[in-house]
């Protein structure tokens, strides 16, 4: 292979005609590969079986799980997370299998309820800090509430925290996104300083919250987990503890259809939230939080199980790698992608005007990757240029397959670009 950005026109052109007789004949393998969405495969939701049958039904306290009532969760529940959140058990609140629902009703209860100030919905209008790339899901639920999306470019140490303290200055923006550990899709980990900025931030809206979704905080591919600057604790160091609200799930630990989720947040923010969730429900599904208790224990027993996780999908993120390399390595400067020490994803970043090209091929050659643009507020990638990698769900055997193909969609797209 050469280096493609060397090349003249007839050496690019000989170059297509040999990736696209390479093209059809993976085409002709009739693949069919979904790499599109950060979900566990069946090895590892068969690491939490033992959930099933766990049939306690009284929490430690005696309290009948089955039955209505206790909106905040069982004690024992609230705890766990306490421990893993690093929050006090009393400003954690346990709910049902998913963080995002509860992120959704968070910002529902700022919309409505203003969570310590005007109601968002009050405003003539309002504007939500995306870090991006980042998890296309949280920029839907703010585009969802009607709020204006604002970019904010992704750095290897988190958000550009010169363009967040500038941008906070204006009173319609109302909050941020942030996922401080191997974020969503580029598996990087807030540095100590961006933490701090985060929590010295001093924003016109009265009522601006830090969304800390710290989905895969202990879903490491090395040799621990990473661990990030508690955002609660910070902001409470700089007098702001209402600022932010903390949340994370089992997910990817036990059961994504079928896990926990919790948030933490200051006194006056939990109090606003739990009376904005009170008309919702009487309570969410207690018997599984008590079954989650039961069969993680505590943090100590959770970080032992996320090896088992590691030892399963670990294998696939390092062939995606070494492939990648293989693959692209002696073309060029034609793609650069991220190495993380954990989470889901591997970023995948194409030359300008690649992406959705790339993307386009593997699809029509039977592999699905999240489409490109999809980690950009409103779905557009400006530079048309990441392409977010899904590894854990398929075979090991599968991802390799879909990534010798992608790299040969790559080179093509980026060939058919260069000669445009
Ligand atoms: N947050 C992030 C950053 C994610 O990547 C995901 C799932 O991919 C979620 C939240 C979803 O979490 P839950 O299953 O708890 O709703």
């Known amino acids: 292979m050469a280096d493609y950005l060397a090349m003249g026109k007839a050496e690019l052109e000989k170059e297509r005609e040999a990736l696209q007789r390479c093209y059809e004949a993976y085409q002709a393998k009739g693949l069919k590969l979904d790499m599109s969405r950060g979900k566990p495969c069946a090895e590892q939701l068969d690491l939490s079986n033992g959930l099933l049958s766990i049939t306690d039904t009284h929490t430690e306290d005696g309290m009948d799980a089955r039955n209505y009532g206790c909106l905040e969760g069982i004690p024992e529940a609230r705890r766990l997370f306490a421990e893993l959140l690093g929050a006090d058990a009393a400003q954690v ?13 968070v910002i529902g209860a700022g919309c409505r309820d203003g969570l310590g100030g005007t109601p968002w919905d009050d405003c003539a209008h309002k504007k939500f800090l995306c870090p991006a790339p980042g998890y296309d899901r949280h920029f839907r639920v703010t585009e969802y509430y009607g709020f204006e999306l604002i970019a ?6 988190g958000p550009d925290m010169d363009c967040v303290e500038e941008l906070v200055k204006d009173p319609q923006v109302k909050g941020i996104w942030c996922v401080p550990t191997y974020s969503n899709p580029d598996g990087y980990c807030y540095s100590d300083q961006t933490v701090r900025r985060l929590a010295a931030l001093s924003p016109a809206a009265e009522n601006f919250k830090i969304l ?51 948030l933490a947040a200051g006194p006056k923010t939990f109090a606003a939230l739990t009376r904005a969730l009170f008309p919702m429900t009487i309570g969410f599904d207690k018997v599984n939080q008590l079954r989650h208790v039961k069969f993680l224990k505590d943090k100590a027993h959770i970080l032992a199980h996320m090896e088992k996780h590691k030892a399963i999908i670990k294998p696939k993120f390092d062939a995606m790698q070494r492939l990648l390399g293989e693959g692209l390595r002696g073309c060029g400067q034609i793609a650069r992608w991220t190495d993380p020490e954990g989470g889901y ?5 194409t030359l ?42 398929p075979a090991q055997a599968e991802v390799e397959e879909a990534t010798r193909l992608l790299c040969v969609a790559l080179r093509l797209a980026t060939v058919e670009h260069l000669l445009a």
């Open 93 to 105: 609140l346990v709910g049902g299998n998913s963080s995002l629902n509860l992120m959704f009703d």
């Open 152 to 157: 904010v470019p992704m750095l290897e140490s």
């Open 345 to 349: 994803f591997i970023s995948l970043y």
């Open 212 to 262: 800390w979704d710290n989905a895969y905080m202990v879903h490491y591919l090395g040799d621990g987990p990473q661990q990030t600057l508690n955002i609660l604790q910070e902001c409470a160091r700089c007098g702001r503890e209402e600022m932010p609200v903390m949340f994370c799930s089992t997910s990817k630990i036990t059961f994504p259809g079928a896990g926990v989720a919790a």
């Open 352 to 393: 300008e005007g690649c992406a959705k090209r790339t993307v386009a091929l593997c699809r029509e050659a039977g592999v699905v990757l999240t489409g490109a643009g999809a980690a950009y507020p409103y779905g557009v990638d400006p530079r048309d240029s990441n392409i977010r990698l899904a590894p854990t769900y």
